[in-house]
């Protein structure tokens, strides 16, 4: 069975701090994975990886792939209440392209 | 944009109804998705469809079936609802490996 497992869960921090939030693994026929933020609505797309070692980057995130421990990190920089959200971490894998969620790590910034 | 809508915001039904959920795509996407949101459980795949007709289980698929009739619209049938499908409903659609846009989600309850 597919599994994508983040950490923490939930994480409280003062604004300007630095965050990182992990995700982790396990599927068959790995194809790329994306994360997402969540506020009071559906699911918004912040980056898809696909290859190992490559940064992506937006503004204040970053984002990487290790392909070979099965694992990949976000990071957010310079932190503001606007980055208070889920976020989310899926796995698109196998040959009909199934996508399974991790079930999100909820971040709070407070002043 | 891409614009992916589902046919109610909110719905309550009562047990043993037949409930439909519809979700209409206009990028031309092959895939999509039908999700469930729970507090703590984060997204779980119910069915996805790869193509017109063409439908694959995903992690909780009991007491669910689709249908994809046309390639915009992919279908979320409960065939005899229960309270425990009381729950958020997201539909997603992409193309294979991108990302996955989001419609706004239903709150289905029921009673």
């Known amino acids: 069975e597919d599994k994508v497992v983040q950490s923490p869960l939930s994480l409280v921090v003062h604004e300007g701090d630095t965050v990182t939030l992990n995700c982790s693994y396990e599927v068959t026929n790995f194809r790329s994975l994306l994360w997402y933020k969540q506020e009071k609505k559906a699911p918004t797309f912040l980056f898809m990886l696909?290859?190992?070692?490559i940064e992506k980057k937006s503004g204040r995130l970053s984002s990487i792939l290790d392909k070979k421990e099965l694992f990949s990190i976000l990071n957010i920089t310079a932190t503001q209440t606007g980055d208070s959200a889920i976020y989310l971490c899926?796995?698109?894998?196998?040959?009909?392209?199934?996508?399974?969620f991790g079930t999100g790590t909820k971040l709070q910034v407070i002043p | 944009d891409v614009k992916v809508t589902q046919s109610s915001r909110y719905l309550v039904k009562r047990t043993g109804e037949k409930v439909f959920l519809e979700c209409v795509q206009d990028m031309d996407h092959e895939n999509m998705f039908w999700y469930r949101q729970d507090p703590g459980l984060g997204l779980r795949l119910i069915y996805f469809s790869y193509d017109v007709k063409m439908k694959e289980k995903g992690d909780i698929p009991e007491g669910y079936s689709v249908s994809r009739e046309k390639k915009e619209r992919f279908s979320l049938i409960l065939e005899s609802a229960s309270t425990n499908q009381t729950s958020m409903y997201l539909c997603?659609?992409?193309?294979?490996?991108?990302?996955?846009?989001f419609g706004p989600g239903t709150r289905l309850t029921v009673t």
């Open positions: 997603a659609s992409s193309f294979p490996s991108y990302e996955q846009y």
């Open positions: 899926a796995v698109v894998s196998g040959g009909y392209q199934k996508v399974t």
């Open positions: 696909t290859s190992s070692g």
